[in-house]
T-cell receptor
């Protein structure tokens, strides 16, 4: 399995709380991604990064924000969690260039009550 | 925008038999990559196989092979000698040159009957 890690794996939190989902990779990949996987299992790109200090919004509009201060770290933050944010969040990384496959983390399953 | 369609929400196959999962896509680009990913229950998504659009030869990886029909924009996955460990969600994904991230289909849930 790839060296990409996500914490926590499971999180149940109340409405209005601020949360940060952690993602780290040890492969030295420049590109990192966040996908949201809905209960029907469909995946949508919500954020990506080309490298340090680069962040871009993906295809699916999201109230979350991301930062990329270090190559290996790409955290996702929700300032005020809502029940509509309940989902699985998958982090992925890839080397530079669009021809390479992405390596996925194990995911964080978030439930907002 | 590119779209990826997997028309089989669920497939079932007997152990040791062969199964084919369908995928079609829509793009105006001439150069792109296609992937099949496997997501076992509660486990990480892993790459099964990939295909470069400029290559006419179909990709193969052990028991996994694809049937890539560029003109028809079709990219099916064939799993031979199905094993219990093949049970998972399978996602077809597209990567184009001008965009970033992967565009995924909705997935096919593969069940292996012992």
């Amino acid at each position: 399995e790839a060296d990409i890690y996500q914490t926590p794996r499971y999180l149940v939190i109340g409405t209005g709380k601020k949360i940060t989902l952690e993602c780290s990779q040890t492969m030295g990949h420049d590109k990192m991604y966040w996908y949201q996987q809905d209960p029907g299992m469909e995946l949508h790109l919500i954020h990506y990064s080309y490298g340090v200090n680069s962040t871009e919004k993906g295809d699916l509009s999201s109230e979350s924000t991301v930062s990329r201060i270090r190559t290996e770290h790409f955290p996702l933050t929700l300032e005020s969690a809502r029940p509509s944010h309940t989902s699985q969040y998958l982090c992925a990384s890839a080397p530079q260039g669009w021809a390479y496959e992405q390596y996925f983390g194990p995911g964080t399953r978030l439930t907002v009550t | 925008a590119q779209t990826v369609t997997q028309s089989q929400p669920e497939m079932s196959v007997q152990e040791a038999e062969t199964v084919t999962l369908s995928c079609t896509y829509d793009t105006s680009e001439s150069d792109y990559y296609l992937f099949w990913y496997k997501q076992p229950p509660s486990r990480q998504m892993i790459l099964v196989i990939r295909q470069e659009a400029y290559k006419q030869q179909n990709a193969t990886e052990n028991r996994f092979s694809v049937n890539f029909q560029k003109a028809a924009k079709s990219f099916s996955l064939k799993i031979s000698d199905s094993q219990l460990g093949d049970a998972a969600m399978y996602f077809c994904a597209y990567s184009g040159g001008g965009a970033d991230g992967l565009t995924f289909g909705k997935g096919t849930h593969l069940i292996i009957q012992p």
